[in-house]
């Protein structure tokens, strides 16, 4: 507690609690050290391991865009690689340098699975109407057949068994075929799910079989016949195990999706119908089966895909199952779709989409090796000899690539829009990294005050190197943009660790959104606060009867400030904020109000300085009674030089102090007593009578309402009433009684 003696600040016997002050950091700083802040930005030509190490990445060479609206599957080939596409159901064969030639074209839109003999016969399956075509690979250009139709909807995937066997997997009744021939198929897996969605043949004879619907991982002994015996693996939180792979180990790696932009829409999830008529390709039923992976990350109104619109968990999970059967989720994608897995060169290869990403994982750290301009890499094949990784096709645009043994020679990183909150002044950029000799890193830098980079934004600055950048030279705004470019030299590629951006925001004032006083009487204190010598109640009297009791006080709102009452206080609170989050200081200070409702022409006097906390109590009988209005100024002093205040102010409605009871006027004596009290500044609130210590009731106002500052109340007192007391309230809770025996009698 503290009490000011002062006499310009008489009424400043107050009652104040503050915490130490908060530091605020005047200059502040954009770092970038983790895989996922650099996965922010965009990368080309880079790769960015679990580290947060960026480095130039493998060469992905680009064979073929083709011109159809999606790629849709692929598969290794004896002459390099055979895709299938949507939604003009084609199949075309890319040469190992880029070379397309038209293979078949099939009646139905979608072409999801394909797989080449080491001879170069091609299977397709197609969807809707779940037929397999066979594309003889002699003579070329011999014309595709109808080879096997399942009667299902969609065929997902396509194998061969080890008995050579074609497998053909497919939904919405969750069906696994064995073929042998044409037309010679046969049911060896009924499945309980809707979809079996994807296949993987194990050495020995085994299968591994993924489904949509319920996401199970699934192991068929002996895929041969209706008898092979069947285990699930896991089954799965997410709905869809869209891929698998295994490795030499036999551990296997499942790819676990929840996503929209799955190829499994609700409907094909929902209870099949046999369809009667295969959509026409180009037609609108068409387009929408194919178009649902162009919904990549959108948020659509109702689910579409395998997503639930209230599902906010991971997108996409990797899980590993080890020979002896145990599970283990090894790496979650937040944001991206994964669409398929390949076990090649040592180590897992990962396709997603939203932004195009080829990861690659080695058992314990995920490495982003591409970032492609395409929005989807959907499907993974196996690469060239000497490759050090797949070759892959992407969709939204439809191209093929394969990686290379060869490094890339110079790779850009752009980083997101930062956002500084406020329009700022940029510092300075530091790196951490190394760039052996001949090699070089470059920076430059750009902003703006729209969140997407546009033409109103600044010109990119001219590329610096060095370890430390002066950013004089970029303009003040919101947003700012960094861009590195990296040179290698004899193969040798630089490294980025880290970055740091120093900004400071320009000062704006602070806000101060209410300023209020509470009821007479009523004060706010922490709520530890111990009130040890000091008398308070927890809150204003409650009377019950004719002796006064004490409510349980009240927590506030947010648990630090509990309210006590005590006669002849006032407190004011306020609400402020600053926006550079800088810390406030606060001062308070009155005048009075004339007759006129005008303040009074001498100056502001103070109340209190350096406040901290957003509430003040204090003993207001030290001001004569009468109106007064109240200023706060905040100030962001203690996070600014002096030259760099900026300070706003409030001023507080009306607030009455008063000090003085209701007064007694005239007592009139009919039925019953009519009396006349008033008061000068304040309403009364409270009137009530007892008879020869009974308990109080209720005084009626003749108005029918106890409201104003002057009242004729009805005292009915019983007949023979020795002892009659009035004791009337007003709204600053001055309380007076009176006896009004003798005019009782």
């Known amino acids: 507690m503290r009490r000011e003696t002062r006499a310009a600040a008489a009424l400043l016997a107050a009652l104040t609690f503050a915490a130490a002050p908060l530091a605020a950091s005047e200059v502040r700083v954009f770092q970038t050290q983790t895989q996922a802040g650099f996965l922010a930005g965009t990368l080309e030509g880079l790769s960015v391991d679990p580290l947060g190490r960026l480095e130039l990445a493998h060469r992905a060479e680009r064979l073929t865009a083709l011109g159809e609206p999606f790629l849709l599957s692929a598969a290794r080939h004896p002459e390099g690689w055979v895709v299938g596409t949507g939604n003009a159901g084609k199949v075309f064969l890319v040469g190992g340098k880029g070379e397309v030639r038209e293979l078949f ?152 999706v929840a996503s929209e932009a799955s190829l499994v829409e609700p409907s094909r999830t929902a209870a099949a119908t046999t369809p009667t008529e295969t959509p026409v390709a180009g037609s609108p039923e068409a387009q929408s089966q194919a178009a649902v992976i162009v919904a990549e990350g959108e948020a659509a109104a109702a689910a579409i895909g395998m997503r639930r619109p209230d599902d906010k968990g991971p997108r996409s999970e990797l899980v590993r199952i080890s020979p002896a059967g145990l599970v283990e989720s090894v790496w979650e994608f937040r944001d991206e779709t994964v669409y398929d897995l390949s076990w090649q060169a040592d180590r897992l290869w990962v396709a997603t989409g939203l932004e195009g990403k080829l990861f690659s994982f080695d058992g314990s750290q995920m490495l982003l090796e591409k970032d492609v301009d395409e929005r989807q890499v959907v499907a993974l094949a196996g690469g060239a000899p000497g490759d050090p990784g797949p070759a892959f096709a992407t969709t939204n645009a439809a191209a093929f690539y394969r990686l290379t043994a060869a490094t890339e020679k ?65 303009p003040a705004g919101r947003y700012v943009q960094w861009r590195a470019e990296l040179r290698a030299a004899e193969s040798v590629s630089p490294r980025l660790y880290g970055v740091e951006l120093s900004y400071r925001q320009e000062n704006l004032s602070p806000k101060i959104e209410t300023l209020s006083a509470l009821d007479p009487g009523q004060i706010l204190v922490p709520s530890n606060f111990n009130p040890a010598n000091q008398v308070f109640e927890p809150a204003h009297p409650n009377r019950e009867g004719i002796f006064t009791t004490l409510e349980e ?37 009155f005048r009075p109000v004339d007759a006129s409702g005008a303040t009074g022409d001498g100056g502001w006097l103070p109340v209190a300085k350096d406040l901290d906390e957003d509430w003040y109590s204090f003993d207001a009988t030290v001001l004569p009674d009468g109106v007064y209005r109240f200023r706060l100024v905040a100030s962001d002093r203690p996070s600014n030089e002096p030259d760099d205040v900026k300070t706003a102010e409030r001023l507080s409605e009306p607030v009455v102090v008063d000090h003085t009871a209701p007064r007694l006027g005239t007592v009139t004596r009919g039925r019953s007593l009519l009396v006349a009290v008033s008061d000068e500044l304040s309403p009364l609130r409270e009137a009530v009578w007892s008879a020869d210590a009974g308990e109080w009731q209720p005084a009626e106002p003749e108005d029918g309402l106890l409201d104003g500052r002057s009242e004729t109340l009805h005292v009915e007192v019983p007949a023979g009433s020795r002892l009659v007391l009035l004791r009337v309230t007003d709204a600053a809770y001055n309380v007076v009684t009176f006896d009004l025996s003798r005019e009782a009698r």
């Open 410 to 474: 110079t790779g850009t990183y752009t980083s997101a829009a930062l956002d500084a909150g406020q329009i700022a002044r940029f510092g300075s950029f530091r790196w951490r990294g190394e760039a052996p000799a001949g090699s070089g890193v470059r920076f430059s830098f750009r902003s703006g005050v729209s969140s997407e980079p546009d033409r109103t934004w600044s010109p990119w600055t001219e590329a610096r190197e060095g370890k430390e950048v002066a950013l004089a030279g970029v």
């Open 105 to 256: 074209a099939a009646a139905e839109p979608e072409v999801f699975a394909v797989w080449a003999d080491p001879d170069g016969t091609v299977f397709a399956g197609t969807s809707p109407g779940g037929k397999v075509y066979r594309i003889p690979a002699k003579p070329q250009g011999a014309k595709g057949e109808l080879y096997f139709a399942s009667g299902e909807t969609y065929v997902w995937a396509l194998a061969r068994a080890t008995d050579g066997a074609l497998l053909v997997a497919t939904g919405t009744q969750g069906k696994l075929f064995r073929v042998t021939g044409q037309e010679k198929g046969e049911l060896v897996h009924d499945s309980d799910d809707t979809h079996v969605r994807t296949l993987e043949p194990l050495p020995g004879g085994a299968l591994l079989a993924g489904t949509a619907g319920e996401g199970l991982v699934l192991r068929l002994d002996a895929p041969s016949s209706r008898t092979a015996q069947v285990r699930t693996l896991h089954d799965a939180t997410q709905p869809e195990v869209v891929a698998l792979a295994v490795a030499p180990d036999g551990t296997i790696y499942a790819a676990l």
């Open 553 to 589: 006080a009240d927590q506030l709102d947010d648990g630090r400030l509990k309210p006590l009452w005590k006669k002849g206080f006032r407190s004011l609170r306020w609400r402020a904020a600053d926006p550079n989050g800088d810390e406030l200081a606060y001062e308070l200070s």
